[in-house]
């Protein structure tokens, strides 16, 4: 096992790695892009990158307190969803209700890779590889997808 300070740096260490590797990808925009925090500019709606000892996941995560403002924001991307999976090449799983790591309840929309350790370092090819083309293609999503959240503003 890893001590607390292990896990730490490796985590740091990995994901430092990451946006260094996509600090020269632009967006779909054609912007310098924070790939790692990515922005969707919408409250409540987060573009998520996550890796721990078992398994990896990009996730669109709902936030919203209100469980009936999370579901119409769920619903609205259940719009869109043929666009998502257009520009990701891939079906998606949908949860409208669970929780995120710290027992919040949330709506989520998720790929998954496992299994795979950030704390290998054998590992983060696999996780790069994971990781890169799924948050392009979700920013390729949003660069056109985000407008149909205006009236939910």
Do not use: C
């Amino acid at each position: 096992m890893y001590s607390k300070t292990e896990v730490a740096q490796l985590r740091q260490a990995f994901w430092t790695t990451f946006g260094q590797y996509m600090q020269p990808v632009p967006s779909a925009e054609g912007l310098p892009t924070n790939w790692v925090n990515y922005k969707t500019g919408l409250k409540h709606v987060y573009f998520r990158l996550h890796a721990d000892g078992k398994r990896a996941h990009v996730a669109i995560d709902i936030t919203h307190r209100d469980a009936g403002v999370r579901e119409l924001f769920f619903e609205q991307f259940r719009e869109v969803r043929p666009m998502l999976e257009e520009a990701t090449g891939e079906a998606w799983t949908w949860e409208a209700e669970t929780q995120d790591e710290n027992g919040q309840p949330i709506a989520r929309i998720s790929q998954e890779l496992a299994p795979v350790n950030l704390f290998n370092r054998d590992d983060w090819p696999r996780l790069i590889s994971f990781f890169k083309p799924r948050i392009i293609a979700l920013d390729e999503f949003w660069s056109m997808g985000q407008y149909a959240f205006e009236a939910l503003r």
